[in-house]
């Protein structure tokens, strides 16, 4: 941890660091979307500005112990669609996206390895091909950028919030009104490493909301994310007292959760659209409820 220099006061975190510390634009920017560069303990995108005397922390990969890709196929994981471009999965619950320190278990990039698939080499080793992610705990459908044009194309998709991430939660009680906009900054949580809050100052996070079905005790709730910060879903509706059902992490009622037979949130990465890298054409992908997130439905559904 060290300030930042008077003679990067004003520059941009890529272009200021990657002058700090010797390394390219693209592996600071890498950093940054990983959470991996704090400023004054905050999470710092990429293009954020770099003010003289604030606290830098940066978490780099450790040269001796690189994180590697382990190629074993994944139970569940289906491949929905699959050309020279992209290859597009429904991720199953317990599955990162990527390897990361302190990560043993399954991947996405490993499963496709094992399968054989070629990825976009562009980005850092561990995660080469991947435009985005989903929670471990999160189900549904993720795209992997398999060609250098690709990746590139994605990437600038996700970041001029191009693309349409659509996503299905089941939420305690009945929000209010049933459609509506959550518009609270998120950052990390002031007391909880590990959590993220609604906090003032905070990075800018936009979720749209629908209830399309209300339950006696819960809400099944559209949900569209305009920003895509961590847990932005999970955040947002714990903040409004209606956290998603076996969420324990953001408040939610273990007693439900039992009765519902889940272990995790019940949250679901419904639709994923974009206009396709290789010509331009709208395509989107649909990715089905897991079973534990069809039966919690059913208890539902049962009681009301």
Request: proline share 7%; with cysteine; charged share 25%.
């Amino acid at each position: 941890m060290l300030p930042v220099p008077d003679g990067l006061d004003g520059m941009r975190v890529d272009a200021g660091l990657a002058k700090l510390l010797g390394l390219s634009r693209t592996v600071v920017a890498e950093l940054a979307e990983s959470g991996d560069v704090l400023l004054d303990g905050r999470p710092a995108g990429k293009s954020d500005r770099l003010s003289a005397g604030v606290l830098l922390e940066v978490t780099l990969p450790d040269p001796d112990n690189p994180v590697e890709v382990i190629a074993e196929p994944v139970e569940g994981l289906r491949i929905l669609h699959d050309d020279d471009d992209i290859v597009v999965v429904a991720k199953p619950v317990g599955v990162a996206a990527h390897p990361s320190p302190g990560w043993t278990g399954p991947t996405v990039v490993g499963a496709l390895a094992a399968a054989g698939l070629r990825v976009s080499t562009s980005g850092a080793a561990e995660r080469q091909g991947v435009v985005h992610r989903l929670d471990a705990g999160t189900t549904g459908v993720m795209v992997v950028a398999k060609s250098e044009h690709a990746y590139t194309v994605l990437k600038r998709a996700f970041k001029e919030r191009t693309v349409d991430k659509g996503y299905h939660a089941v939420v305690q009680g009945h929000p209010d009104p049933t459609r509506g906009t959550i518009d609270a900054p998120i950052d990390r949580h002031p007391r909880h490493d590990y959590k993220f809050a609604v906090v003032a100052g905070g990075r800018p996070s936009v979720t749209h909301y629908e209830v399309i079905e209300a339950f006696r005790a819960a809400s099944l709730v559209d949900v569209k994310l305009e920003t895509g910060r961590t847990h932005q879903i999970r955040v947002h509706f714990s903040a409004l007292r209606h956290p998603c059902a076996g969420d324990l992490t953001y408040g939610a009622d273990p007693v439900l959760a039992r009765k519902l037979g889940l272990t995790r949130q019940w949250l679901h990465a419904r639709t994923l659209g974009f206009a396709h890298p290789a010509d331009g054409r709208w395509v989107q992908f649909e990715a089905p409820y897991p079973e534990d997130l069809s039966h919690a439905l059913d208890v539902l559904r049962a009681e009301s």
